[in-house]
């Protein structure tokens, strides 16, 4: 007897848009604001990266609490990562009390302790203030906000759990002033800045995903491969994202296929890492071939190391075994019409695998 699969879908017929209560095709500030309550069942997170003009790679992002631990109450914190062409890594958390924290409903302004995070879809601050780090940047978007459809991934017999998402900025300039132990940089580039939230544990839901973003000469990418839990029957959710000079080119996830290859056990983690993930977009004569090809594994992280106190020890205990990996390496686009290539791009890319669940057995 097989066994049942529980439904899962992207959110896009007219009906998810009414019960959600946002248009298709337009995208709000509130959109960007605190979507949930923070409380027990829910999660939520504001992402930033960035390219540097010194080659260093920055990401900065603001929790309200870990995401292996949604039934827990709001725990804020916030983290910052910074790598050097050279190969250095700085790497820096800060934990605030949940009176520490505060968040505005009618768009985004996050503040965690000295740490604040604020902005309205077009152009963002961010300060950070962690030990002997701070910085401080400016976004501003030169890509339109977007979303898969609603960006809410829905899972269960009443599409009663969700996981959402929002590119608030899939690409914008960056200045950045970074100060580390007295010694300061100023330095722009580009970055990216999108929001998740949520109302169950991702753990439950999802295995693991890919999941990057890029800049090719004139073009902004995402692309990201998700892949739901047993229980959804391994359900694929492909997403890709491809933008010129503020226009969207193509962004319809059923038209995408995703591979992987060159893969490989990482040692640190036990989680098989592809070398090379491809995205190739078709529709009709027009294609477009994306190939991410893996340098560096440039920061391994054992979710369980995100949870404090007993329920870390409770994790342990019943082998909760996630693992977030995050990648540099080489992009390549290869633009064809009617079957031979009119264009093509190289640059470098930043991208990221989660690990939720355990590795699938074939």
């Not at 990401?59 to 109450?73: A, H, Q, S, Y």
């Not at 969207?248 to 989680?271: C, P, W, Y």
């Not at 020890?313 to 996630?322: E, K, M, P, S």
Request: proline letters at 5%; charged letters at 25%; one cysteine or more.
């Amino acid at each position: 007897m097989s066994e049942h699969v529980v439904p899962s879908y992207l959110g896009a017929s007219p009906q998810d848009y009414e019960r959600l209560g946002i248009k298709k095709g337009s995208i709000e500030p509130w959109e960007d604001g605190f979507r949930t309550t923070g409380g027990k069942g829910t999660y939520e997170w504001w992402y930033f990266d960035a390219h540097l003009s010194d080659g260093s790679k920055t990401v900065i992002v603001f929790f309200t609490k870990p995401l292996v631990d949604v039934g827990g109450p709001l725990a804020p914190y916030v983290t910052f990562t910074l790598d050097g062409p050279d190969g250095s890594h700085v790497e820096k958390e800060f934990h605030a009390p949940a009176q520490a924290y505060s968040s505005a409903k009618e768009g985004c302004d996050v503040q965690i302790g000295p740490n604040a995070f604020k902005g309205d879809l077009h152009s963002y601050t961010i300060h950070v203030e962690i030990e002997d780090v701070v910085c401080d940047v400016t976004l501003s978007g030169t890509a339109p906000p977007w979303r898969p459809e609603t960006g809410y991934l829905l899972f269960g017999e009443h599409a009663e759990h969700y996981f959402a998402w929002l590119p608030s900025i899939p690409q914008g300039d960056v200045e950045a002033t970074i100060t580390i132990a007295g010694s300061t940089r100023r330095l722009t580039g580009i970055g990216y800045h999108d929001h998740n939230w949520g109302n169950v544990s991702p753990v439950s839901l999802m295995n693991h995903w890919y999941w990057a973003r890029g800049k090719l000469g004139d073009y902004t990418l995402i692309a990201a491969q998700i892949t739901a839990e047993k229980k959804y029957g391994y359900k694929p959710f492909p997403v890709f994202m491809l933008a010129r000079h503020g226009e969207i080119l193509a962004d319809d996830g059923s038209k995408v296929s995703f591979s992987a290859s060159d893969t490989h056990v990482d040692q640190e983690t036990g989680k098989p890492v592809a070398d090379t993930t491809s995205y190739d977009y078709i529709d009709g004569a027009t294609r477009y071939s994306l190939i991410f090809h893996r340098k560096n594994t440039i920061l391994r992280m054992k979710l369980v190391d995100t949870i404090h106190g007993i329920r870390h020890i409770l994790a342990r205990l019943i082998g909760f075994d996630g693992k977030f990996l995050r990648f540099t390496g080489d992009l390549t686009m290869d633009h064809y019409e009617d079957g031979k290539i009119v264009e093509s791009e190289r640059d470098e890319a930043i991208w990221e695998m989660m690990y939720f669940g355990h590795v699938r057995k074939e």
